[in-house]
């Protein structure tokens, strides 16, 4: 089982809360148990678990990573993104996730966050849920 | 099979070397070959693989990591925690390992590293097996 | 199905394209669906996937983590080569990758790229695929 997500983003940066969309995959397959493999087909895009409560941790999270890593520095690569590039490899384009008794398994606070890096853009997502 | 591990961390910042407990259940199971999925369910905390021999690497990453991501910064997060949500998306909450002829695959100056970014607390690890 | 290939290195930083030894490996295999496990066991060296069309992304992404952690900082491990260690567990030394109707699952522009990060070395790589 293989599907492709549509993710629309609409800043330059922004992390995506899409646990709802996840959760919704693994109900509509009927899984009880097994893996859920998430994969972006993009470079300057990635995947992460974070705090899905309180907005001020995306917030701190972009806020620190441009901090470190801001658009503008001695890059050579011609379109502007380069930061973007190196985020992405920083968090990771891929996401592994157990799927137990029907239900993604999360801790309390987790959500899962798809990040725009350099965006706004119409983005994909590759979801693979393999049953034990 | 899933399994839920206690592990118990002393500092704020550490890095706890598990791999006898990962190693413990793959022998307890009886699994010759297979996958080992792993799962921090927290978002202050993570899981990697680095050195477990010289100590002072553990010290060097924790060090340089507090050095480029202090605790205090202009964080709105009113827990006082915004560093150790970054440290847990760079390092990741979870870890995918190879099990072949009865053992954990890993080089010989690997270990498998719990991370602890905002503690000392009480955290739990998600453990599954998936044999071939 | 547990392979192990060699990978030379020539830089103490480099990133290396190795997408095409992977799509081999899945050829090989004669593999239509399924997941590809990959383990780097050195603990100064990475595996992550980024663009693999102008070389200019990876002059970057290698000059921005130099510039954020060189290889002299107040480090206390003897072989000075902490900077590795540190990057190692940024990019991670795992991942995970799908297989779809024989192919390998990549974005138009990723490429994976084999991370060294205290070269010149002889390095290893496993590669586990598990089909459906």
Known sequence: MLKELKIQTNQREELIDITHLIREEIASENISNGIVHLH?????????????????????????LNKEIPQQ?????????????IKSSLFGPTLQLIVSDSKLLLGTWQGILFCEFDGPRNRRLYLKIVAD
């Open 73 to 85: 520095d001695n890059y050579y690569h011609g379109e502007g993104n380069s930061d973007a590039h």
């Open 40 to 64: 972006v087909p993009h470079t300057t895009a990635a995947i992460t678990i974070n705090e899905n409560a309180d907005p001020d941790v995306k917030r701190d999270i972009l806020y620190k």
